[in-house]
C-alpha cells in the first residue's frame, strides 16, 4: 500500500466579497497516495487554483485542514508552513512567476540557492533540467525574452530541481503547443517512475484521461473519475 502523502479534511473555502461571501467547497475531502499521476479538471472558476494554493500552503483553508506527509498543518506556524513546503511541494503557477530580474537559468536555480547548496553542483543540476526540455539555449536571457512557452518551461524545470516528493501544477500546459505539452506529460510519468506525486490542473482532456484518475471539481464538490488501475 502506497503512503497518503495530501490529504484535505472537511475542507471549507470561502472568499469575502463587497457583494456577500462565495463558497467555492464548503466539505471537501481528499486523500492522495505517493506516486499517484492525479489531473485536476473543470470549468474556469471552480477553484483548481484556489484548491493547489491551499495544498501549497500558500493559503489558508475556512474551516478543514489539509495534511501534508504526515503533518498537520494547521498547528503550524508560518515559518514552519515555509519549512515544510520547501522540503515537500514545488509549485508551477498557472501565470509562471519567474523572476524577471533573473535568467532562466538563474530563476531554475533559485530554490536550491534558497536552500544553501553548493552554488557549482546546483548550476550542474539545473543545466540538466533545462536540456531535458529543450531550453537550454535560451539559458541565459531573461523571462521577457522569452515566450510565454518558453518561460512555462523553465517554471517547470524551476519545480524539478528541488526533486520535493510532491509536484503541483497549474495548467503546467496552458501556454504550451500540443507536441511539447506531450513532452511535459512524459515527463511527469518519468516523475511518477521515481514515486512522486503530482497534481495537475488542466482543460486538456487527452492529458487528463492520461493520468492515474482525474478529480473533477464542480459546483462545491469533487469527484474522482476514470480510474486507470
Ligand atoms: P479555477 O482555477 O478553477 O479557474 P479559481 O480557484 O482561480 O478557479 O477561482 C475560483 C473562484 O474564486 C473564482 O470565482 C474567483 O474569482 C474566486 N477567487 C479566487 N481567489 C480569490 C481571492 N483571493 N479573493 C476573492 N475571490 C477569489
Ligand atoms: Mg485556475
Do not use: C, W
Amino acid at each position: 500500500m502506497s503512503r497518503i502523502l495530501l490529504e484535505a479534511n472537511d475542507l471549507k473555502k470561502s472568499f469575502d466579497h463587497i457583494n456577500g461571501s462565495i463558497t467555492l467547497f464548503s466539505s471537501l475531502n481528499l486523500r492522495v497516495k505517493e506516486g499517484e499521476l492525479v489531473a485536476l479538471i473543470g470549468p474556469s472558476g471552480s477553484g483548481k487554483s484556489t484548491l493547489l494554493h491551499l495544498f501549497a500552503l500558500l493559503d489558508e483553508p475556512s474551516k478543514g485542514k489539509i495534511i501534508v506527509n504526515n503533518q498537520d498543518t494547521k498547528i503550524l506556524s508560518n515559518n514552519q508552513k515555509d519549512e515544510l513546503r520547501k522540503k515537500n511541494i514545488s509549485i508551477i503557477f498557472q501565470d509562471n512567476n519567474l523572476l524577471t530580474d533573473f535568467t532562466a537559468i538563474e530563476n531554475v536555480m533559485m530554490p536550491l540557492i534558497i536552500k544553501n547548496e553548493n552554488k557549482k553542483i546546483i548550476s550542474q543540476k539545473a543545466e540538466k533540467i533545462l536540456k531535458s526540455l529543450k531550453i537550454f539555449n535560451r539559458s541565459n536571457h531573461f523571462p521577457s525574452q522569452l515566450s510565454g512557452g518558453e518561460q512555462q518551461r523553465v517554471a517547470i524545470a524551476r519545480a524539478l530541481i528541488a526533486e520535493t516528493k510532491i509536484i503541483l501544477a497549474d495548467e503546467p500546459t496552458g501556454n504550451l503547443d500540443f507536441k511539447t505539452s506531450k513532452e511535459i506529460f512524459s515527463l511527469f510519468l518519468k516523475l511518477k517512475k521515481l514515486k512522486k506525486t503530482i497534481i495537475f490542473a488542466t482543460h486538456n482532456r487527452e492529458l487528463a484521461n492520461r493520468a492515474d484518475y482525474k478529480l473533477f471539481i464542480s459546483d462545491g464538490n469533487i469527484k474522482r473519475m476514470n480510474d486507470r488501475k
